[in-house]
């Protein structure tokens, strides 16, 4: 039996993050957070290089096509390797046949010139035209007041929203962000977030990011924002981050059900609105929120994105997906190498 529906949304992805599996352990085993940014994430993004970030997009596209995920936003970092990086991402993923909304994420963690540059190529990816985008922030803690600012007037400039982390860990410094949020930014986790927080965008929830992150539950029903899911960087399987968003809303609200969770997931198609035209057919009895809340999992047998037919039989009909694993994994034992030379 089978069941068709629009193709999935990725509301917040990590492209980047596609190469981390089998990495090199940290110096030291994290505690905290922060720990987890400093010793891994922000050691990671460092190793990146041009090539390396085209590896991870082509594969990190390759698999949302194998979840039935036909449109990723990415939030992408990679401070030595700036300029392009934007294009490099979506010329990738377009060339898998996916969907992308892209963002590079401005920080001050490299000084000055490290935020200009990020906030350059924000402004010259929105510029050219070629692709859908959001101006990134990393987070407000990490950000200096000009740079928020800044990020602001480039959005504002573009007609577009921000795409920012907020409140993921205790010590975000979110308030910043108040004199500019708008009904158009991305405003992900939003886990320590008081519930009249005043933040005007769509929160985008990520269960499995947060849970393995230690951070706490977000509870995302508690707002008045729309809430859309994601999941910050650990593939693109919405069906999969769909039954552990209900499943995690349990732990506090016995009354809620999956049409909650579903809710959530299909905010992905107001974010990128293409995606409700793609076509997956999946090999399912039904495609009711609380049949597939309980089932142990299915695939898609084929998927269309804009009338074409880019996954069938179990593989991508655009590239060799073969070759793109294999590529990807080259790629990701050069950066290993670069990574065990980068010191927190």
């Known amino acids: 039996m089978t069941v068709s529906t629009p193709g999935l949304v990725c509301s917040h992805h990590h492209l980047y993050s596609g190469l981390a599996r089998g990495m090199p352990a940290p110096p030291r085993t994290p505690e905290t957070f922060l720990d987890i940014l400093e010793l891994v994430w922000w050691r ?53 046949g996916v969907r992308v909304s892209c963002a590079y994420g401005v920080t001050d963690r490299h000084g000055p010139e490290g935020a200009a540059a990020g906030l350059a190529e924000n402004d010259r990816y929105l510029g050219d035209g070629d692709g859908e985008g959001y101006v990134g922030l990393h987070a407000a803690f990490t950000c200096s007041d000009d740079t928020l600012a800044a990020a602001a007037e480039i ?42 927080h005043g933040l005007r965008g769509t929160l985008v929830h990520n269960p499995r990011s947060n849970m393995n992150n230690s951070v706490g ?39 809620a059900t999956p049409d909650l969770a579903w809710s959530w997931l299909a905010t992905g198609w107001d974010l990128m609105p293409a995606a409700r035209q793609d076509r997956v057919v999946w090999a399912a009895e039904s495609d009711d929120p609380w049949w597939l809340a309980f089932t142990p999992g299915t695939s898609p047998l084929e998927v269309q994105i804009d009338g074409e037919t880019v996954w069938e039989d179990g593989l991508p009909t655009l590239v060799d997906g073969d070759e793109i694993r294999t590529k990807a994994s080259e790629a990701a034992q050069k950066m290993f190498r670069r990574l065990e030379e980068i010191e927190p």
Do not use: Q
């Open 44 to 96: 990671l993004d460092r190793a990146l290089d041009l090539e390396t970030i085209e590896w991870c997009a082509k594969l990190g596209a390759l698999e949302a096509l194998e979840r039935g995920c036909t449109a990723i936003i990415d939030h992408h970092e990679s401070p030595n390797a700036i300029e392009g990086s934007l294009t490099v991402i979506a010329d990738a993923c377009d060339e898998v």
């Open 155 to 196: 959005a504002g400039n573009h007609g577009v929203g921000v795409h920012v982390h907020v409140a993921e860990g205790e010590g975000d410094t979110w308030e910043r962000l108040l004199p500019y949020s708008d009904d158009d930014w991305l405003l992900i986790h939003g886990v320590h977030l008081p519930n009249d």
């Open 217 to 255: 539950y977000g509870d995302p029903a508690r707002f008045d924002n729309p809430v859309a899911l994601g999941t910050d960087g650990i593939g693109a399987d919405m069906l999969e981050e769909f039954r552990l968003a209900y499943v995690s809303s349990r732990t506090t609200d016995v009354t």
